[in-house]
């Protein structure tokens, strides 16, 4: 692994960790008996934007405070220059096996 790798690595473990945080924030977006696919960029200044559902949870209401609880993310750190983006993530039902759960909400 290159050091830039290895930075990118750790850049979206700490986007995720953002992510997960930000769904656990607020009831309706808690992961659950729902799936969606998710796009947004992050600004040099740590910023969430553009977040938008690229796959539908088949409830509009969900889907637009998806997008709303995404926008609300500022990561402590800029991602880094040689950064692919836009970030695609799926957000899973939760199960045993890949719960990280929202730990304290």
Do not use: N, W
Not at 36 to 49: D, H, I, K, Q, T
Not at 79 to 91: T, Y
């Amino acid at each position: 692994l290159s050091s830039s790798s290895a930075a990118s690595d750790v850049y979206k473990r700490q986007v995720q960790a953002g992510v997960r945080d930000a769904l656990c924030r607020h009831a309706v977006t808690r992961a659950g008996g729902y799936r969606a696919a998710v796009s947004f960029e992050v600004s040099p200044m740590g910023r969430v934007e553009g977040a938008r559902v690229l796959d539908s949870t088949g409830d509009a209401g969900k889907d637009e405070a998806i997008a709303r609880a995404l926008d609300e993310i500022v990561l402590d750190k800029a991602p880094p220059r040689d950064l692919e983006q836009p970030f695609v993530m799926l957000i899973m039902p939760q199960s045993a096996e890949h719960d990280q759960g929202c730990p304290g909400y």
